[in-house]
């Protein structure tokens, strides 16, 4: 019997996971989903940005919104293990990640509580432009695929993307003010 099976059996059930039984949960994959959907992230505020532009070359446009929404799509597909491996085997509380809003008692008593807020607030913000983006792009979607269908009233999808937009600079915000100081020197 291997020593990782004996370890599991002896522990109790809902404690946290020794991080020597998980080899994918180090920091080197932890840096690596981050740099995957950093790049992937990069390409999205830059193809985004390009949407912005009044620009009159329908085909530019329609490559940019293509690698909009394929970097969009690749950054969430990194983005949800990384948050796995970063939430560190489950240390943090389910309940904090639903409802950070608890916390912000504590947070004068507790330094590193602002930085775990932050990334909350990042992560909420993260959840709300990918799911605005997908209900933003699910009628052309649907459409290319045989089946047009709309999930908005007429006009909702402007509101939706004024609302992407305003939560995508808010994701910046928090993204920068969640970076550690000596990153970013």
Known sequence: MNQSSSLSKARPE???TPPALLPWRTKAASRHLLMAMVYSLGIVVASGI???LPLKNGHL???ALAAHLVS???????FIPFLFVHLKDGRESILNLLMPWRLLHRIYRDETLYHRLLGYSLMWCLWLVFVSGLTIAAPAIAYLAGHPVTLLPYGGHS???WAHRGVSLLLLLFLMLHFPKKALS
């Open 159 to 161: 509101l939706l993307l």
């Open 14 to 16: 809902g404690t946290p």
């Open 50 to 52: 390009v949407l912005l």
């Open 72 to 78: 969009g799509a690749l950054a969430l597909v990194f």
């Open 61 to 63: 446009t329609l490559i």
